[in-house]
């Protein structure tokens, strides 16, 4: 399983973009995706994530109400729609997925098997 991540870019605070994850690979629809983001000088953290097992969405609380994560198991593709961005969204954002997770563990990153490369996303005036 491969994942690539794009649609990063520069955006001004109140702005809006959407990432995309790519997944190569069979059986997507079996797995979970998880978006994770990384501020330099900062640890990942847990963005939001689509569990495969009952389509259920699950977001930090940070980003509840402004970020909305979807996928299309006909592209195999994964989208983050990210709106009223703030300067503290500004990370590397990550993509990942992973088989057989648990709602008590979707926000854990070392229980995702498989990373994108991350896409960039900076929130400036």
């Known amino acids: 399983v491969q994942l690539q991540a794009s649609g990063g870019g520069l955006v001004q605070p109140g702005g809006s973009l959407r990432l995309s994850c790519a997944v190569s690979?069979?059986?997507?629809?079996?797995?979970?995706i998880g978006w994770f983001r990384q501020a330099p000088g900062r640890e990942r953290e847990f963005v939001a994530a689509h569990k495969s097992s009952d389509n259920s969405e699950h977001y930090a609380d940070s980003v509840k109400g402004r970020f909305t994560i979807s996928r299309d198991n006909v592209k195999n593709t994964v989208y983050l729609q990210m709106n009223s961005l703030q300067r503290e969204d500004t990370a590397i954002y990550y993509c990942a997925a992973s088989r057989g997770l648990i709602t008590s563990s979707i926000r854990r990153s070392n229980l995702y098997d498989y990373w994108g490369q991350g896409t960039l996303v900076t929130v400036s005036s």
């Open positions: 690979g069979h059986t997507f629809s079996r797995y979970s």
